[in-house]
């Protein structure tokens, strides 16, 4: 995308941005909800133990490895908005599903499996599409900017959103508090539905390919280009463990530590209001230490900062401390890396492979996340949840290692053009050892 003088000067004055923006952080916060919610509708509704609390993080993710290669090539064929629009009216439906079911005393882990599967379905949807979607609403110059404002948004929604969940849980019980999460996927829609700019319909190719040979397009455009692969496979690394940690955090936190709903909620809260500061952050930081340098430094203190999890021992005040500042830290350099990730994959990729990209990325991304539930369940009913815990964030640090050999952490700045996803290198925007 060229400069145009008649654009914006700054994101915020563009108001399909701002639409999207509005719409995706109510979305988000209720999405938080459903987060904390779900799974204590597991645990404390339904009294699920740790495996089956893994097997459901693997309904909610599974569609990741199902889906996602077919949405990048979905979205690169048409326009994205009214696919966007119909999975969040169908995710309304879904989550509004659970306390329906609740009421009518009909609640079941089967039910949960098969609601958190299909929503997964129209979330690979969603995300894949939004995030090939913004680039065409934004200046190229307010991409970083948007992305920026978009992470911000999910550390607002956590922020709330954790708090307001163990808030609901505690008044209304788990099932009926994911009622906000169904609300606010309607906001959603009714925000895309008001966007003015018009989307065009991708050209169709000059030569007609197969279903298989889009795909494989995609993927070569992960793989075939080193920044790309490197920051893929790192990030699946990390993803596979973090879910270790994830799906049996809240289950440690609960039944061993004795840790109650509300003060759960603002624990995990704390994790988002660091999310907040890194998001705000991230572009500072890039200006100052360079693309590369932004990612090694929140890659070292995310890497780290969830060993600190295992040093609280009951639910006292210092403990309740120690996990939030570990939380805190580990959602502030995430947001950093997320933030600045985001804007070079999408700044080295051409436009016409975005959706192909972005999916081909995703299903390494979250094709490790029903791997890493089903082990940290698997763990957690075999050895215990502590041991299980440990497992996790020592293998969360292993991302440490990409540091001694990926091209990513020697970019000095953003390459100012989309890269041929066939080319060796991005030649010029590496600094020399």
């Known amino acids: 995308m060229g400069t145009d003088s008649s654009a914006p000067a700054t994101v915020w004055r563009n108001p399909d941005f701002v639409k999207v923006w509005g719409g995706e952080t109510v979305s988000l916060m209720g999405s938080q909800v459903t987060d904390l919610a779900l799974p204590l509708v597991a645990i404390l509704t339904l009294h699920a133990g740790a495996f089956e609390v893994g097997l459901l993080n693997v309904a909610r993710y599974a569609p990741y490895v199902l889906l996602t290669l077919f949405?990048?090539?979905?979205?690169?064929?048409r326009r994205r908005r009214p696919t966007l629009i119909a999975a969040n009216l169908g995710r309304a439906v879904l989550v509004g599903l659970v306390p329906v079911a609740s009421l009518l005393h009909v609640l079941s882990m089967p039910w949960l499996y098969a609601v958190a599967f299909g929503a997964g379905l129209l979330t690979v949807l969603f995300d894949v599409g939004i995030l090939s979607y913004v680039p065409g609403l934004v200046e190229r110059r307010h991409l970083g900017d948007a992305n920026s404002k978009i992470a911000a948004s999910y550390s607002v929604a956590g922020i709330g959103?954790?708090?307001?969940?163990?808030?609901?849980?505690?008044?209304?019980?788990?099932?009926?508090?994911?009622?906000?999460?169904?609300?606010?996927?309607?906001?959603?829609?009714?925000?895309?539905?008001?966007?003015?700019?018009?989307?065009?319909?991708?050209?169709?190719?000059?030569?007609?390919?197969?279903?298989?040979?889009?795909?494989?397009?995609g993927l070569r455009a992960v793989f075939g280009n080193p920044v790309l692969r490197h920051l893929a496979t790192q990030s699946a690394t990390f993803n596979l463990f973090q879910n270790v940690v994830l799906t049996v955090l809240l289950v440690y936190l609960v039944r061993v530590l004795g840790i109650g709903p509300t003060p759960l909620g603002l624990v995990v809260?704390?994790?988002?209001?660091?999310?907040?500061?890194?998001?705000?952050?991230?572009?500072?930081?890039?200006?100052?230490?360079?693309?590369?340098?932004?990612?090694?430094?929140?890659?070292?203190?995310?890497?780290?900062?969830?060993?600190?999890?295992?040093?609280?021992?009951?639910?006292?005040?210092?403990?309740?401390?120690?996990?939030?500042?570990?939380?805190?830290?580990?959602?502030?350099?995430?947001?950093?890396?997320?933030?600045?990730?985001?804007?070079?994959?999408?700044?080295?990729?051409?436009?016409?492979?975005?959706?192909?990209?972005?999916?081909?990325?995703?299903?390494?991304?979250?094709?490790?996340?029903?791997?890493?539930?089903?082990?940290?369940?698997?763990?957690?009913?075999?050895?215990?949840?502590?041991?299980?815990?440990?497992?996790?964030?020592?293998?969360?640090?292993?991302?440490?290692?990409?540091?001694?050999?990926?091209?990513?952490?020697?970019?000095?700045?953003i390459p100012d053009r989309p890269a041929d996803p066939q080319a060796p290198a991005l030649a010029g925007s590496a600094a020399t050892d």
């Not at 949405?71 to 064929?77: L, S, T, Y």
């Not at 007609?208 to 889009?214: A, E, F, K, N, P």
Request: aromatic share 6%; net charge positive.
């Open 269 to 413: 809260s704390a994790g988002s209001v660091g999310a907040l500061a890194g998001a705000l952050a991230a572009n500072r930081l890039r200006a100052k230490l360079g693309i590369g340098g932004a990612l090694r430094w929140s890659t070292v203190l995310a890497c780290v900062a969830p060993l600190f999890l295992l040093l609280p021992r009951d639910s006292g005040t210092v403990s309740l401390v120690v996990l939030g500042a570990a939380l805190a830290v580990l959602g502030a350099n995430l947001a950093v890396f997320n933030v600045n990730a985001l804007t070079l994959r999408q700044s080295v990729t051409p436009d016409r492979l975005l959706g192909r990209m972005n999916a081909s990325y995703r299903l390494l991304l979250f094709g490790t996340v029903p791997l890493g539930a089903f082990t940290g369940g698997s763990l957690a009913g075999l050895s215990g949840a502590r041991t299980a815990l440990m497992v996790g964030v020592l293998g969360v640090a292993t991302p440490l290692a990409w540091l001694l050999f990926s091209p990513v952490f020697r970019l000095t700045e």
């Open 161 to 217: 959103g954790p708090g307001l969940a163990g808030f609901l849980v505690g008044v209304l019980t788990a099932p009926i508090a994911l009622a906000v999460d169904a609300v606010s996927y309607l906001v959603s829609a009714l925000a895309l539905s008001r966007i003015r700019t018009k989307e065009t319909t991708p050209a169709e190719p000059g030569e007609r390919t197969s279903m298989r040979s889009q795909i494989a397009e």
């Open 71 to 77: 949405a990048g090539v979905w979205f690169d064929r």
